[in-house]
């Protein structure tokens, strides 16, 4: 697996690192409010699970699966595949997403739920591609900013695979092709 990365974009301890100061802002945020974490699965997943534990105020947290409608990519039509159990009244709610990219998954994602009644809606993602937003979407927090090229790793797949990488990477050319 490691054969097929052609540099380490960021570490693994750049990472922890990272979400060591995202938790401590977030628990200084979210202080005395109904803090509920929502994943964007699947590759948001092991983001989700360190960043949660870097947080040190009480916090509830909900699952959600979308997809682009297959075959209409480019149209940015997007649906829920596992919706939320948790009701989101009175809630504070922080998506959680591994990369924040044209942003339609995202936009798609906030309407939904912010029909839901919540307190309020923020949008923490691990990665930034801001030269490649197309919707109207900023996040609240974010991990790290990187360039317009095709990551994988720690959560981020390319066709399922690599999402067990303990850091982020650019693959090789050739495995794309
Ligand atoms: P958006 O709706 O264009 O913002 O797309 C966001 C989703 O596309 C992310 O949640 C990822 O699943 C996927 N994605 C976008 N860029 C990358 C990448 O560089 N590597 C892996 N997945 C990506
Ligand atoms: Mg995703």
Same mark, same amino acid.
């Given at each position: 697996? !490691?054969?097929? *990365?052609?540099?380490?974009?960021?570490?693994?301890?750049?990472?922890?690192?990272?979400?060591?100061?995202?938790?401590? %802002?977030?628990?200084?945020? @979210?202080?005395?409010?109904?803090?509920?974490?929502?994943?964007?699965?699947?590759?948001?997943?092991?983001?989700? #699970?360190?960043?949660?534990?870097?947080?040190? *105020?009480?916090?509830?947290?909900?699952?959600?699966?979308?997809? #682009?409608?297959?075959? %209409?990519?480019?149209?940015?039509?997007?649906?829920?595949?596992?919706?939320?159990?948790?009701?989101?009244?009175?809630?504070? *709610?922080? =998506?959680?997403?591994?990369?924040?990219?044209?942003? !339609?998954?995202?936009?798609? =994602?906030?309407?939904?739920?912010?029909?839901?009644?919540?307190?309020?809606?923020?949008?923490?993602?691990?990665?930034?591609?801001?030269? !490649?937003? =197309?919707?109207?979407?900023?996040?609240?927090?974010?991990?790290?900013?990187?360039?317009?090229?095709?990551?994988?790793? @720690?959560?981020?797949?390319?066709?399922?695979?690599?999402?067990?990488?303990? @850091? =982020?990477?650019?693959?090789?050319?050739?495995? @794309?092709?």
């Amino acid at each position: 697996m !490691r054969n097929d *990365i052609e540099k380490v974009l960021i570490s693994s301890e750049e990472i922890s690192k990272r979400i060591e100061e995202i938790g401590k %802002q977030i628990s200084r945020d @979210y202080e005395g409010k109904d803090l509920l974490m929502v994943s964007v699965l699947k590759g948001s997943f092991i983001f989700m #699970s360190d960043l949660v534990r870097s947080v040190d *105020i009480p916090l509830e947290v909900d699952f959600m699966m979308v997809s #682009s409608y297959v075959g %209409q990519v480019s149209s940015g039509a997007v649906k829920i595949v596992k919706d939320l159990d948790i009701p989101l009244e009175n809630k504070d *709610i922080l =998506i959680v997403e591994d990369i924040l990219d044209s942003g !339609r998954t995202l936009e798609y =994602i906030s309407s939904v739920l912010r029909v839901r009644n919540p307190n309020s809606i923020k949008i923490c993602t691990l990665l930034d591609k801001p030269s !490649r937003r =197309i919707a109207n979407i900023k996040a609240d927090y974010i991990g790290f900013e990187v360039p317009d090229e095709f990551v994988v790793g @720690y959560g981020l797949d390319f066709n399922e695979k690599y999402r067990n990488l303990k @850091y =982020i990477g650019l693959l090789k050319p050739e495995i @794309y092709n």
